[in-house]
Structure formats: C-alpha cells, structure tokens
C-alpha cells in the first residue's frame, strides 16, 4: 500500500515524523515523503528533518513562497503528475498550510482517497487563511483523523459523514512526549543567561499580528512593558523579522536590555526552552498544544482559537491583541503559583499508531481509486 505524505511547512514536520515512522514499522505500507519546498530556509525545515529523524523527502518540490495563490498554484501542478506518476493508494497530508490545501485539492481531483491528520478544527475565522485551508481540506477528505472531541461536532455540522471521522488523538504530542527529556537536557535557559521558570518565550507570526504595523507596534509595546518584569526569549519567524524590518521596530526591541531576539530555533531547542519557561505569550496554534502538556502558561494573542481543549482542559488563555489585556493577563499569570502538565483525552503519544491502523485496515486497501 503506498501512503503518498505531504508536508511544505514548519508545523507539517512534527506532525509527520511519528507517522512516517509508524509506517516504516508496519509491514505492507511503504510511505513516500513529499516536500513542496514551502519553507525552505534550512531554520525552517532541514534542521526538524534532522532534529526529528525524519527520512529525507522522497521528492522535493521546491516551490518557495509567493501570494497564496501563487504558492497553491505551483504546489498543485507540481504534485499533479507526480501523483499520476506514483499512483498512491492514499495521500495524506496534515495540519493547515496551503501545501496541504493543494495536495487536497490535486489527490480529490484524481480520485485518490485522502486523509487529513487534524482535521475538524475551526476558529471561525474565514480572514485566517488556515481557516480556508481547513474547511476546503475536510470537505474533500475520506479520512478526518482529529485531535479533540469537539472536532467532529464541526465536521457533522459541515454534513461530514460520521463514518469519515476518527478521533485519534494528537500527532505532534506524540513528538512531544518522544523528545521531550532530550529537549529538557540540552540546557536552554543557560544558553539566554536566563532562569528556569523566570523568563517568558515569545513567538509571534500571524499576518494579523505581524502584517499590520500599528498591530505589530502594540505589540513591541507590551513586550517593552513585560520585560521590565521577566526577561524575554524571543526566536524570530522570517515573515515577523521581514516586518520588524520594514518598520522600524526591529532596532527598538533589539535594544530592550531584556530582551533576546534569536534567529528560529530547531525543534529540540524550541521544546527545551518552552519546557523550562514561566510563561508563553504566542499567536501559533501548535504551542498552544505543546504549553498545555507542558504545564506552561501560555497566552494566545488572538481573537479566537481553533483548539478549543487547550483552553477547557490545559494552560491556555485567549487574550486578544489589545495591549492592556495582554498586560492584565501576564500579570495576573505572574502572580499565580506556576501549574502542571495537563492531558487532553488520547494526547498520549500513539496517535500515529491509530492512524495508521484505521489506513492499514482491509476497508482502505479495497477503496477504489
Ligand atoms: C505558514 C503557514 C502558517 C503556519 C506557518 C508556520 C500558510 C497559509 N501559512 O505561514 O499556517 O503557521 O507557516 O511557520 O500556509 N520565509 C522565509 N523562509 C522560509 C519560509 C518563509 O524567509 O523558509 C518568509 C518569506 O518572506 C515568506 C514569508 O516568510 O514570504 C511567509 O512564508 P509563508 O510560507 O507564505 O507563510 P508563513 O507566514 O510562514
């Protein structure tokens, strides 16, 4: 049976790892890796094939960036004959990118079954184009393997078929668990002069945050105000360090005494620096995830999120962009005793072993192409 797996972005990678690793292990799938060359900065993606063991792409495309259109474009005509030419019994693809929107779109035009791994998952929110990403996806997926109950409540809303749904719990928590005690022994807070438990990590990346410059201001604003309190790791997403460039912000943050920009950081050094921090201030939908079975607090700078169970049952906080909202909220985190680690139902590092189950089934391998 052969899987044809999709990533082209960061946050595609740690999701894949432990699923091209449960397929290498069962006898009779034999996964072939694509990347569409969507991130292509070696920050951005060789250094998690490294981190993570993850096989070098079978393929690799090397698209690049561009509008979204243009990034879709070349992603699907790129894969078009690729996937006429490996005929694959499944595509599979993950998360929220538009690499994943394309290989939807090109594996459904060809009548090849498709799987999405985290599906169902909704802000609500049609101007996030992940939020696009996600509904187009789902719609024209076979198998919706998601990471919450209330994930499936949004499929069958969308006239999803239940037989489609299974919820199987979290991939990239099955990375997490894996590395974490590697990531926690690299020693990280010493690498920023910083101590454990008493710095905050930042990261930020939404075109709405970063895209904007009176936004983004703001937000240069709160961190001015935050790090008078706790010192500030800071590792720069490419599009964030673009705008604060651009605008004239860089020069400013990079001279706050307590603040540290770091260039993106690899995926063990990230986990390690997370893992040791007293709080999270993020717009990623990922580090919501990882803080809630980190234990770490973590304040989403957003208006809505997309994981609902990270707030109802971990350390998540919705806090918007107003810049006194996200002091009021640290300030009151900082005055809480620090919390535990909390597990959302099957976030217990064997998600990929579910899904490849479900693909290896009988039913799947008889699906007609
Ligand atoms: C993409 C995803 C987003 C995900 C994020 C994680 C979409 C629509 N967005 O956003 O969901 O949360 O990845 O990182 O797919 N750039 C580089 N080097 C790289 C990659 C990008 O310098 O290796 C710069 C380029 O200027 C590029 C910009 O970052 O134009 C944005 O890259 P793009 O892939 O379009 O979107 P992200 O913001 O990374």
Redesign the pocket.
Known sequence: MRIVNIV????NLMKIAPLMEAMRRRPGIGPVLVHTG????AR??ELFFHDLGIPAPDHYLGVG??T?AQ?TAQVMTELEPLFTELRPDVVLVV?????TLAAALVAAKLGIPLAHVEAGLRSFDRTM??EI?RVVTDALSDFLFTTERGAADNLRREGIAESKIFFVGNVMIDTLLRHRDRAESLGMPERYAVRPREYAVVTL?R?SNVDAPEALAGLVDVLAGLQERLPIVFPV???TR?RLTATGLWSRLDALPNVRLTEPLGYLEFLGLVAAARLVLTD??GIQEETTILGVPCLTLRENTERPVTIADGTNRLVGTAPERIQEAAARVLSEPPTNGRRPELWDGRAAERIVEVLASPVVAETPA
């Open positions: 082209g972005a960061r946050p969507q991130h292509y900065d951005m993606s960036s561009g979204h990034q998360g929220d990118v538009n690499s184009p992940e990403n990346h075109p997403h490419p599009r673009n990623s939908g």
